[in-house]
């Protein structure tokens, strides 16, 4: 390994869904910094306000209990009052591959208070297949990845898609090139963590910070009667089994390569 190597340690959180999601975070993401010695937090915020949505008291009160970058996905406009608070925030991304038009921004550099002198990038991105159309993720990433790489070689990529291939698609797309690619999006977490022999740290998906005695963050009583029915119900947000789900990444800061990467499932019971 190489004299200059300096470790960081990121956490990536999945879909915080709802109050439950959010009071967890709140309760157990301070003492899992610590414990983990973490140096930077990301977390997909997409569902936090109600399961659909963020809104910017919401993104305030994410950022206070330890996250440094909140990303989001296809939910990220839902609550209308987040809109014309995008723009001040640059610490709330949005799909980048929702082009120059939409509001917000898909990406950022931020400092690594850890490390002197040395910066993060997160890069949002969203999948096309089984959901709205987008840009080209992989041409959107082409691009950022050219304007950010003379900053930075530390980056973190949020794929927020349904289909398995598509991110698959992605991690090894980037592999060498990122020093991660995490999926989010469908709130179940995957066993398929590992080093691509790029040494780009991959998972198919992080899974949800919510309620898991549910139907992916929902009331299954609701979610069920409506698929027995077709008839239209509301899907409140469930309140059993809450867990934050994620992945710890290491890193090496200035090769940007990843060293590690282990899923994190962390139970309102567990401690901390
Ligand atoms: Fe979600
Ligand atoms: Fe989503």
Redesign the pocket.
């Known amino acids: 390994m190489s004299e200059h190597l300096k470790k960081v340690r990121i956490l990536t959180i999945g879909?915080i869904v709802g109050r439950p999601g959010r009071t967890l975070i709140s309760r157990k993401l301070p003492s899992l910094r610590d414990r983990m010695s973490v140096d930077f937090c990301i977390a997909?915020g997409?569902?936090a306000a109600g399961g659909s949505g963020i809104t910017p008291e919401i993104v305030d009160e994410l950022l206070k209990s330890g996250i440094d970058v909140i990303t989001?996905?296809?939910?990220i406009y839902k609550r209308k009052e987040i809109i014309g608070h995008m723009r001040s925030n640059p610490r709330l991304l949005r799909p980048a591959n929702y082009g120059e038009r939409a509001e917000g921004t898909g990406y950022g550099i931020f400092d690594l208070p850890a490390v002197e002198n040395a910066k993060i990038a997160v890069i949002n991105l969203?999948g096309r297949v089984f959901m709205n159309p987008s840009d080209c993720p992989f041409k959107t990433v082409d691009a950022i990845l050219k304007r950010i790489q003379s900053v930075t070689e530390l980056i973190i990529v949020d794929m927020?898609a349904?289909a398995t291939s598509e991110k698959i698609a992605m991690g090894w797309y980037l592999d060498g090139r990122v020093t991660a690619v995490v999926g989010?999006?469908t709130h179940v977490q995957t066993a398929d963590e590992r080093i691509l022999p790029g040494g780009t740290a991959y998972i198919t998906d992080l899974g949800m910070t919510g309620p898991h005695d549910s139907i992916l963050g929902r009331r299954k009583d609701r979610v069920l009667e409506a698929i027995l029915t077709h008839m239209p119900k509301s899907f409140d947000v469930a309140k059993g089994d809450v867990r934050l789900c994620g992945a710890l990444i290491t890193a090496d800061v200035v090769s940007g390569k990843a060293l590690e990467i282990k899923r994190v499932q962390v139970g309102s019971q567990d401690e901390p």
């Open positions: 879909d997909n997409e569902n989001s996905g296809d939910h969203v927020h349904e989010t999006h």
